[in-house]
């Protein structure tokens, strides 16, 4: 239903950083969070693996284990996968299917906004572009890998969990997704680095997970106002 005209519109609060820095955890904390202030709010994630087009492909990439090669190409195509399966897609077709993946999701995204819905989002394009580029694939520089997530809404805070090395580390060893190595995790956060803009807001992830949720609610409460104040959706 169209939202009736002076409605508040919800927020978009985005979580990113590195693996294990507790995106998952806090998102699903603050929508109870929200909640419970009377917030109506939703908790979605990217890569969405159920219940779109490309998730499948996506889930069927990322559930493939990383091809055995130096740091740099660790996370790549692997070569000898079978001809067809996802787990074989180059770096350029898997980019953008991420990137799709979030277009898929779009319209539903604004619509929720719209109706005054606050979104609190695990994973968005900074995840798209900071992945791919740290994967150093030729003629694939930052450019490259941001162009397709040009024009999809963007958040109105970033919430960026900021977390040391060894302290991911410290937090379990490495499963076999694609992308867990340490050597292409530190890929990883140098990309985030250059990704960086104006909707970010540090929060220091490394705490217990009390004194971050308390962080987190802290700013998510601050950009639901501001959204409420009339501040417009954001592209
Ligand atoms: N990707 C994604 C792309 O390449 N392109 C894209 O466009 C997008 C959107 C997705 C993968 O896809 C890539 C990036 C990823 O590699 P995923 O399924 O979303 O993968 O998995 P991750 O987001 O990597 O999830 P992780 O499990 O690694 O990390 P989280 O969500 O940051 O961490 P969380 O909350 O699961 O916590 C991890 C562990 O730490 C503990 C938890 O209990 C858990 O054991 N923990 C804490 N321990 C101590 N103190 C705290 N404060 C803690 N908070 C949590
Ligand atoms: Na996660």
């Not at 929720?112 to 798209?128: C, E, K």
């Not at 450019?143 to 580390?169: H, I, N, R, Y």
């Amino acid at each position: 239903a169209p939202a009736m005209a002076g409605a508040p519109r919800g927020a978009f609060i985005l979580f990113e950083g590195v693996d294990r820095s507790g995106k998952s955890t806090q998102a699903a904390r603050l929508v109870e969070a929200l909640k419970a202030q009377g917030t109506p709010a939703e908790l979605w994630r990217f890569p969405d693996r159920k219940g779109t087009v490309t998730g499948k492909a996506i889930d069927d990439y990322l559930s493939a284990p990383a091809p055995a090669a130096a740091a740099g190409a660790a996370a790549s195509a692997g070569a000898n996968a079978a001809p067809g399966s996802a787990a074989g897609l180059s770096d350029q077709a898997i980019h953008l299917l991420f990137s799709a993946n979030r277009w898929e999701k779009s319209a539903a995204l604004v619509d929720a906004l719209r109706r005054g819905v606050t979104l609190v989002v695990d994973r968005y394009a900074y995840s798209g572009a900071a992945y791919t580029s740290a994967k150093r694939t030729p003629g694939c520089g930052l450019a490259w890998c941001k162009a397709p997530d040009a024009g999809l809404p963007a958040p109105d805070v970033t919430l960026w969990m900021a977390l040391p090395p060894e302290a991911a580390a410290a937090r379990g060893g490495f499963g076999q997704e694609r992308y867990e190595n340490a050597a292409f995790q530190e890929q990883v956060r140098a990309a985030f680095a250059s990704v960086r803009d104006a909707s970010w807001v540090d929060v220091d992830a490394s705490k217990g997970v009390d004194e971050v949720a308390a962080e987190v609610l802290r700013e998510a409460v601050d950009a639901v106002r501001r959204c409420r104040e009339g501040q417009p959706i954001l592209a």
